[in-house]
């Protein structure tokens, strides 16, 4: 049984590998990300539960470092302060805790990136709709269908998938992915 999980992770993400339109949308979105840095601005990740955990990883790797000791670089996962968010589900919905804070910290030229396996996350849909509204580009990683967000996001990744876990893999390896790229030609040049 593990030797067909491993397995199926790696037909995931082969499948990826062998998909030259999706290889050039992660591409678009390193080009995106370096932009928004370059110009100052920042970039807000959001997902629930594993996708919560994915987005906090990431922004991390922003905000943090990757591979090069180098300055932080603006990035946020907005689940991260619980006090917000379970005031703002308690006294509004679940549905806006997201939108809510994009409204709040969200500007013209910063990016959203939502995670959503199924790709229909209200949270998240409300969300990628307060980014739009604000002039932010959007970047939203699901499975393979794309989901409601599909239709709303400047840029699909959608994991060619309906395992929940190996999108999520996958969705960790892409990311890792832009954070690279991202860093290298920030930092590198």
Request: glycine share 8%; proline share 3%; hydrophobic share 40%.
């Amino acid at each position: 049984m593990i030797k067909q999980i491993i397995e199926a992770s790696i037909a995931t993400k082969a499948k990826i590998l062998a998909n030259p339109q999706l290889l050039a949308i992660i591409e678009k979105v390193v080009d995106e990300t370096v932009k928004a840095f370059e110009n100052g601005n920042k970039v807000l990740f959001c997902g629930n539960g594993g996708s919560a955990a994915d987005a906090q990883h990431l922004a991390a790797e922003f905000s943090g470092r990757f591979y090069t000791d180098r300055d932080p670089l603006p990035s946020e996962a907005l689940h991260c302060n619980t006090s917000y968010l379970t005031a703002v589900a308690n006294d509004y919905s679940y549905d806006i805790v997201y939108s809510r804070m994009v409204k709040g910290m969200g500007k013209n030229g910063d990016i959203l990136i939502g995670l959503s396996t199924s790709g229909n996350s209200v949270n998240i849909l409300k969300a990628v709709e307060m980014a739009k509204e604000i002039g932010m580009t959007t970047v939203c990683l699901t499975g393979e269908t794309g989901g409601k967000m599909k239709e709303l996001c400047d840029y699909l990744i959608n994991v060619p998938s309906t395992d929940t876990p190996r999108i999520q893999e996958s969705h960790i390896m892409i990311g890792h992915i832009i954070c690279q790229l991202t860093e290298e030609r920030l930092f590198n040049n």
